[in-house]
């Protein structure tokens, strides 16, 4: 069974523009899960995502937003794009949402967004 | 909301029993604690998780005491592929807000 995949791997843009991040989850799963990890900051939860719907938001600006298909995978966008938002973007993927499935929560390789 | 607090590094050799701690003073009812393994340029993979006293799986022990204010994850016998970064998590489905710990890079040396 294929893992998690993130596109793309590597992003290079400047302040002010957007950037969409995509994540295709395990075959079957359907809650998928984003996070920020910065040297600074760790791991941060961003939202999390089933059958469609935003289950559960983290602490972050407006400027990030999200979405999920039907066919479960995600993109999450963020929007004027600042210097701070320079991160590994994580996505994780899991059959049941929340704590119930955050012990099978599998998590992509990341995108590397570098923000000039 | 729980934070936690864990060591940033330790040192360990391989054959060794390794125990990172983790302190969540202000845990909540309904928290679990999860500990996660993170290789360089991989995401984190899930190693155990547990809600009081003790859990052991074929990879790692976790032991929490009785006021759930800290928990250990034990790792029996560390080998050189155990070098990563460790984090404790803290959560709960009523409270959704997932705090992760800092990390603690564990180094195992030969």
């Known amino acids: 069974k294929a893992g998690v995949t993130q596109t793309p791997r590597y992003l290079i843009k400047t302040r002010g523009q957007q950037v969409t991040l995509s994540c295709s989850p395990i075959?079957?799963?359907?809650?998928v899960s984003w996070y920020q990890q910065t040297p600074g900051q760790g791991l941060q939860f961003l939202f999390e995502?089933?059958?469609?719907?935003?289950?559960n938001k983290g602490n972050f600006p407006g400027r990030f937003s999200g979405r999920q298909f039907s066919n479960s995978r995600s993109e999450m966008n963020v929007s004027t794009l600042e210097l701070g938002d320079s991160a590994l973007y994580l996505c994780?993927?899991?059959?049941?949402?929340?704590?119930?499935?955050?012990?099978?929560?599998?998590f992509g390789p990341g995108t590397r967004l570098t923000v000039l | 909301l729980a934070k936690t607090t864990q060591p940033i590094s330790m040192d360990s050799y391989e054959g060794q029993e390794v125990n990172i701690t983790c302190s969540h003073n202000?845990?909540?009812?309904?928290?679990?604690i999860t500990w996660y393994q993170q290789f360089p340029s991989q995401g984190p993979r899930f190693i155990i998780q547990?809600?009081?006293?003790?859990v052991t799986n074929e990879v790692a022990s976790l032991f929490i005491p009785a006021d759930r204010k800290s928990s250990t994850l034990s790792l029996p016998r560390v080998s050189l592929s155990d070098t990563a970064v460790y984090y404790c998590?803290?959560?709960?489905?009523?409270?959704?807000?997932?705090?992760w710990g800092a990390g603690t890079k564990l180094i195992i040396k030969p």
């Open positions: 998590l803290v959560g709960s489905d009523s409270n959704y807000q997932l705090i």
């Open positions: 202000n845990i909540a009812t309904n928290d679990y």
């Open positions: 995502y089933f059958s469609e719907t935003q289950r």
């Open positions: 075959s079957g799963h359907r809650s």
């Open positions: 547990g809600y009081k006293t003790k």
């Open positions: 994780a993927s899991s059959l049941a949402p929340g704590l119930a499935g955050i012990n099978e929560q599998f």
